[in-house]
Structure formats: C-alpha cells, structure tokens
C-alpha cells in the first residue's frame, strides 16, 4: 500500500516547465484528483498535503530542496510517520524512456539522477518508482541542459498524456494493488500513424 507520493523537481518559476519537473507535473495532477492543496512545511523541507483515502492516511510531498537533495525531504517525512520505503512512490523523469512512456517499478540502481541518489542514501532503494519517459538528447554531455530545459510543445503534449493515464492508476498504488497498477500503467495505446497520402497520377 503506498502511503507517501512523491513527485520530484526543483523549486522555481524557472524551472516550472522543465522536462526535471515532470515528477512535480504527476503530483498537481494527483492533488487535483484528491482535491488537495500542497502547503510548505519547514519539518519536511517541501510542499506537503495530507488526506485521507478508505480511511488510510495518504501524503502528497513535492521537495523544495532542489533535485539533488531530494533525500532529505523524503527522509524527514518518512521517518517521523514510520512510513516504510516499500509504501512510498517516487515519481521522476526518465532519460532511457521516449515521452510518451511511463513505467513502474520498485527498487533498483539511480542511474545517475541525482534525485534518486539522494533518495537511495536516505532510505536505500526499495520504494516504488513511475518513471515518467522525457527522452534523451543523444550525447551524454548535453544531459544536465536538457533536463532543465522545456520541452518542445510535442513532447510536452505527449509527457502530460502520459501522466494523465498513470494518473489512472492512483487508486490502484494507494491500495497496493502493483501487479494490477502496473498492467494498467504499461498499456498505453500508441500513437495512430499518419495517413500516407495516395499521390495520383495523371
């Protein structure tokens, strides 16, 4: 039964529409759905809404740390509630998926986000994660510029579709239903193929 959402970003009007927000995107649109409203909260280092679901105490956390200290805010909150890593679900951007994509899975290396490294370091790696697919820019070396870059409009469109059928499964992660969750959350339909158009010739 996952407790504690997580969504990660960085704080900022600058870095509101940036492809590293997109775990911040996933959480505005889970507070909607529960018809909340994330307030800062020093003790935890973030933006925090608490509520209730079939009469379980369910978190709302986005960090206001900044990416790479993510941890600290998990952290905070996780132990004073005695939530456990496997209850929590960190919502993130994925380089090593296309927007489009989203994917759950629980444990597993950080791959460099730094957001995960922090997480890893407060509480070691076994929570839940939905990794929301962003892309890659094709060199290494342009990595930390595209994360906080926005998207073209295409693939902003495409990323918010994919949060919007992850967003489906909420229901099902607040319960603990995974294997049902991730079922859900794999399926996605993909996008319908132009229409070749029939050039006729006289």
Known sequence: MIKLFVGLGNPGPEYEDTRHNAGFWWIDGLAQELKVTLQPDRSYSGLVARTTV???????????????????????LARFF?????????????????PGQAKLKRGGSHAGHNGLRDIHAQLGNDYWRLRIGIGHPGDRNEVANWVLKKPAPDQRTLIED????????????????????????????????????QVVED
Not at 83 to 92: A, D, F, G
Not at 182 to 192: A, D, F, N, S
């Open 54 to 76: 079939d009469g379980h105490n369910v978190w709302l956390l986005k960090p206001q740390t900044y990416m790479n200290l993510s941890g600290k805010s998990v952290g905070a």
């Open 162 to 197: 994919s949060i919007a059928h992850s967003l489906k499964s909420w229901r099902l992660l607040q319960a603990g239903d995974m294997e049902k969750a991730t079922l859900q959350i794999h399926t996605t339909k993909p996008p319908r193929p132009k229409p070749v158009r």
């Open 82 to 98: 005695k939530i456990l890593p496997e209850e929590i679900l960190v919502v993130h951007d994925e380089l090593d998926m296309l």
